[in-house]
Protein backbone atom coordinates (compact mmCIF):
# COMPACT_ATOMS: atom_id res chain seq x y z
CA UNK A 1 0.00 0.00 0.00
CA UNK A 2 1.61 3.12 -1.08
CA UNK A 3 -0.56 5.49 0.84
CA UNK A 4 -0.96 4.54 3.89
CA UNK A 5 -2.90 8.10 5.23
CA UNK A 6 -5.34 10.38 4.08
CA UNK A 7 -5.43 14.06 5.20
CA UNK A 8 -8.45 16.19 5.30
CA UNK A 9 -9.24 19.47 5.81
CA UNK A 10 -12.83 20.39 7.38
CA UNK A 11 -14.56 23.41 6.08
CA UNK A 12 -15.15 23.43 2.54
CA UNK A 13 -13.67 20.42 2.08
CA UNK A 14 -15.46 17.40 4.14
CA UNK A 15 -17.46 19.72 4.86
CA UNK A 16 -20.32 22.75 3.46
CA UNK A 17 -21.51 25.44 5.70
CA UNK A 18 -20.14 23.64 8.51
CA UNK A 19 -21.84 20.23 8.35
CA UNK A 20 -20.42 16.67 7.13
CA UNK A 21 -23.03 14.57 5.24
CA UNK A 22 -23.99 11.10 6.27
CA UNK A 23 -21.91 9.60 2.63
CA UNK A 24 -19.05 11.14 3.28
CA UNK A 25 -18.69 9.62 6.68
CA UNK A 26 -19.77 6.54 5.56
CA UNK A 27 -16.29 6.79 2.92
CA UNK A 28 -14.39 8.05 5.67
CA UNK A 29 -15.45 4.39 7.05
CA UNK A 30 -14.37 2.41 4.47
CA UNK A 31 -11.69 4.73 3.88
CA UNK A 32 -10.27 3.50 7.50
CA UNK A 33 -11.48 -0.65 7.23
CA UNK A 34 -8.61 -0.89 4.21
CA UNK A 35 -6.16 -0.06 6.91
CA UNK A 36 -5.49 3.29 6.07
CA UNK A 37 -4.93 5.93 9.23
CA UNK A 38 -7.18 9.04 9.05
CA UNK A 39 -5.96 12.42 9.84
CA UNK A 40 -7.99 15.93 10.07
CA UNK A 41 -6.31 18.77 9.36
CA UNK A 42 -8.26 22.26 10.18
CA UNK A 43 -8.12 25.67 11.22
CA UNK A 44 -11.12 25.11 13.32
CA UNK A 45 -10.46 25.02 17.62
CA UNK A 46 -10.84 21.92 18.98
CA UNK A 47 -14.07 22.82 20.84
CA UNK A 48 -16.19 23.96 17.66
CA UNK A 49 -15.17 20.67 16.07
CA UNK A 50 -16.55 18.65 19.20
CA UNK A 51 -19.92 19.87 18.98
CA UNK A 52 -20.78 20.15 15.31
CA UNK A 53 -18.94 16.69 14.08
CA UNK A 54 -19.82 13.39 15.80
CA UNK A 55 -17.02 11.46 13.56
CA UNK A 56 -13.86 12.87 15.11
CA UNK A 57 -13.46 8.85 16.47
CA UNK A 58 -12.82 8.23 12.81
CA UNK A 59 -9.76 9.88 13.12
CA UNK A 60 -6.35 8.58 14.27
CA UNK A 61 -5.11 12.61 15.14
CA UNK A 62 -7.34 16.04 14.49
CA UNK A 63 -4.42 18.83 14.16
CA UNK A 64 -6.67 21.77 14.87
CA UNK A 65 -5.88 25.39 15.30
CA UNK A 66 -4.42 25.29 11.75
CA UNK A 67 -1.14 23.40 13.08
CA UNK A 68 -0.81 24.85 16.88
CA UNK A 69 -2.79 22.10 18.79
CA UNK A 70 -2.91 17.96 18.18
CA UNK A 71 -5.58 15.90 19.43
CA UNK A 72 -5.88 12.30 19.95
CA UNK A 73 -9.65 11.17 19.71
CA UNK A 74 -8.88 7.43 20.72
CA UNK A 75 -7.48 8.78 24.59
CA UNK A 76 -9.71 12.52 24.30
CA UNK A 77 -5.93 13.96 24.87
CA UNK A 78 -5.22 17.41 23.35
CA UNK A 79 -1.63 18.92 23.36
CA UNK A 80 -0.86 22.51 22.24
CA UNK A 81 2.24 22.50 19.81
CA UNK A 82 2.85 26.47 20.14
CA UNK A 83 2.48 28.89 23.06
CA UNK A 84 -0.56 30.15 23.85
CA UNK A 85 -0.99 33.53 22.48
CA UNK A 86 0.22 36.78 25.03
CA UNK A 87 -2.49 38.03 26.71
CA UNK A 88 -1.68 41.76 25.73
CA UNK A 89 -2.29 40.73 22.33
CA UNK A 90 -5.67 39.76 23.40
CA UNK A 91 -6.73 42.45 25.00
CA UNK A 92 -5.54 44.84 22.60
CA UNK A 93 -7.69 43.44 20.27
CA UNK A 94 -10.58 43.62 21.88
CA UNK A 95 -9.81 47.65 23.14
CA UNK A 96 -9.50 48.02 19.24
CA UNK A 97 -13.09 46.92 18.44
CA UNK A 98 -12.03 43.21 16.80
CA UNK A 99 -15.26 41.17 16.31
CA UNK A 100 -16.18 37.95 16.86
CA UNK A 101 -12.54 37.21 18.37
CA UNK A 102 -11.74 33.31 19.07
CA UNK A 103 -9.14 32.62 21.26
CA UNK A 104 -7.78 28.80 21.16
CA UNK A 105 -5.10 27.35 22.91
CA UNK A 106 -2.70 28.79 20.66
CA UNK A 107 -4.65 31.34 17.97
CA UNK A 108 -6.57 33.76 17.64
CA UNK A 109 -9.28 34.34 14.44
CA UNK A 110 -11.48 36.71 13.46
CA UNK A 111 -12.66 37.54 9.85
CA UNK A 112 -11.56 40.04 7.14
CA UNK A 113 -11.62 43.10 7.16
CA UNK A 114 -9.74 43.04 10.71
CA UNK A 115 -6.47 42.02 8.85
CA UNK A 116 -5.19 45.26 9.12
CA UNK A 117 -6.13 46.11 12.70
CA UNK A 118 -4.27 43.11 13.37
CA UNK A 119 -0.78 43.89 11.72
CA UNK A 120 -0.79 46.65 13.52
CA UNK A 121 -1.66 45.65 16.67
CA UNK A 122 1.19 42.77 16.22
CA UNK A 123 3.31 46.00 15.20
CA UNK A 124 2.92 48.04 18.11
CA UNK A 125 3.46 45.01 20.52
CA UNK A 126 6.62 44.32 18.40
CA UNK A 127 5.61 40.48 18.62
CA UNK A 128 6.59 37.69 16.14
CA UNK A 129 3.37 36.27 15.16
CA UNK A 130 1.97 35.41 11.18
CA UNK A 131 -0.69 35.91 9.80
CA UNK A 132 -3.19 33.30 8.09
CA UNK A 133 -5.75 33.44 5.64
CA UNK A 134 -9.01 31.02 4.94
CA UNK A 135 -11.25 32.46 2.31
CA UNK A 136 -12.98 35.08 4.85
CA UNK A 137 -11.12 34.02 7.69
CA UNK A 138 -7.80 35.65 9.47
CA UNK A 139 -6.10 33.56 11.55
CA UNK A 140 -2.78 34.88 14.01
CA UNK A 141 -0.21 32.19 15.01
CA UNK A 142 3.18 31.77 16.21
CA UNK A 143 5.75 32.20 13.03
CA UNK A 144 6.58 28.67 11.45
CA UNK A 145 3.04 26.96 12.49
CA UNK A 146 0.91 25.99 10.10
CA UNK A 147 -0.74 22.84 8.95
CA UNK A 148 2.11 21.18 7.65
CA UNK A 149 3.96 21.68 11.09
CA UNK A 150 0.71 19.85 13.03
CA UNK A 151 0.55 17.05 10.61
CA UNK A 152 4.42 16.15 10.36
CA UNK A 153 3.62 15.34 14.80
CA UNK A 154 0.89 13.72 13.61
CA UNK A 155 2.10 11.41 11.27
CA UNK A 156 5.45 11.01 13.53
CA UNK A 157 3.10 9.77 16.75
CA UNK A 158 1.75 7.49 13.61
CA UNK A 159 5.06 6.21 12.28
CA UNK A 160 4.09 6.72 9.16
CA UNK A 161 6.19 9.70 6.40
CA UNK A 162 4.81 12.86 4.69
CA UNK A 163 5.62 10.24 0.91
CA UNK A 164 3.06 7.75 1.85
CA UNK A 165 0.03 10.35 2.23
CA UNK A 166 -2.58 12.14 0.01
CA UNK A 167 -3.82 15.28 1.48
CA UNK A 168 -7.09 17.48 0.42
CA UNK A 169 -7.95 20.63 1.01
CA UNK A 170 -10.08 24.08 -0.66
CA UNK A 171 -7.96 27.07 0.61
CA UNK A 172 -5.03 29.42 1.05
CA UNK A 173 -4.05 27.89 4.73
CA UNK A 174 -3.89 24.40 2.69
CA UNK A 175 -0.79 25.28 0.40
CA UNK A 176 1.42 24.03 3.38
CA UNK A 177 -0.65 21.03 4.03
CA UNK A 178 -0.80 19.73 0.10
CA UNK A 179 2.97 20.80 -0.56
CA UNK A 180 4.42 18.51 2.60
CA UNK A 181 2.95 15.03 1.39
CA UNK A 182 3.35 12.99 -1.27
CA UNK A 183 -0.02 13.58 -3.30
CA UNK A 184 -1.83 16.58 -2.77
CA UNK A 185 -5.66 17.35 -3.73
CA UNK A 186 -8.11 20.44 -3.94
CA UNK A 187 -11.56 19.61 -4.73
CA UNK A 188 -13.15 21.51 -7.61
CA UNK A 189 -14.69 24.62 -5.32
CA UNK A 190 -10.91 25.58 -4.10
CA UNK A 191 -9.40 28.69 -4.45
CA UNK A 192 -7.85 29.15 -8.22
CA UNK A 193 -4.10 29.82 -7.12
CA UNK A 194 -5.06 25.78 -5.04
CA UNK A 195 -6.42 24.17 -7.95
CA UNK A 196 -3.39 25.64 -10.24
CA UNK A 197 -0.92 23.46 -7.97
CA UNK A 198 -2.68 20.94 -6.16
CA UNK A 199 -1.35 17.47 -7.79
CA UNK A 200 -4.84 16.22 -8.82
CA UNK A 201 -8.56 18.24 -8.80
CA UNK A 202 -11.62 16.42 -7.83
CA UNK A 203 -14.58 16.58 -10.22
CA UNK A 204 -16.88 16.66 -7.09
CA UNK A 205 -16.87 19.91 -4.80
CA UNK A 206 -16.36 19.81 -0.79
CA UNK A 207 -17.52 16.15 0.77
CA UNK A 208 -18.28 14.62 -3.11
CA UNK A 209 -14.76 15.77 -3.25
CA UNK A 210 -13.75 13.62 -0.97
CA UNK A 211 -15.73 10.69 -1.58
CA UNK A 212 -14.21 10.71 -5.26
CA UNK A 213 -10.83 10.82 -3.62
CA UNK A 214 -11.46 7.54 -1.37
CA UNK A 215 -13.38 5.71 -4.16
CA UNK A 216 -10.17 6.30 -6.12
CA UNK A 217 -7.83 5.08 -3.65
CA UNK A 218 -9.67 2.27 -2.68
CA UNK A 219 -9.75 1.43 -6.19
CA UNK A 220 -6.60 1.08 -7.91
CA UNK A 221 -4.30 3.27 -4.55
CA UNK A 222 -3.97 6.13 -6.71
CA UNK A 223 -1.65 4.33 -9.45
CA UNK A 224 -2.78 6.24 -12.18
CA UNK A 225 -2.10 9.91 -10.81
CA UNK A 226 1.25 11.32 -11.64
CA UNK A 227 3.22 12.90 -8.65
CA UNK A 228 4.44 16.28 -9.58
CA UNK A 229 6.76 16.03 -6.62
CA UNK A 230 11.14 15.56 -6.43
CA UNK A 231 12.77 12.37 -5.77
CA UNK A 232 14.00 11.71 -2.18
CA UNK A 233 17.41 12.00 -1.90
CA UNK A 234 19.36 8.77 -2.10
CA UNK A 235 21.78 7.94 0.29
CA UNK A 236 25.30 7.12 -1.06
CA UNK A 237 26.73 3.52 -0.58
Not at 181 to 196: D, F, K, R
Amino acid sequence: MRYQALACDYDGTLAHDGLVGDEVVLALQRCRDSGRNLLLVTGRLLSDLKLIFPGLPLFDYVVAENGATLYCPANDEERPLAPAPADAFVEALRTRKVMPLEVGRVIVATWSPFETTILQTIRDLGLELQVIFNKGSVMVLPSGVNKATGLAQALKGLGISPRNVVAIGDAENDHALLEYVELGVAVSNAIPMLLERADLVTQGDHGAGVVELIDRLLENDLADIEVRRPALPTSSP
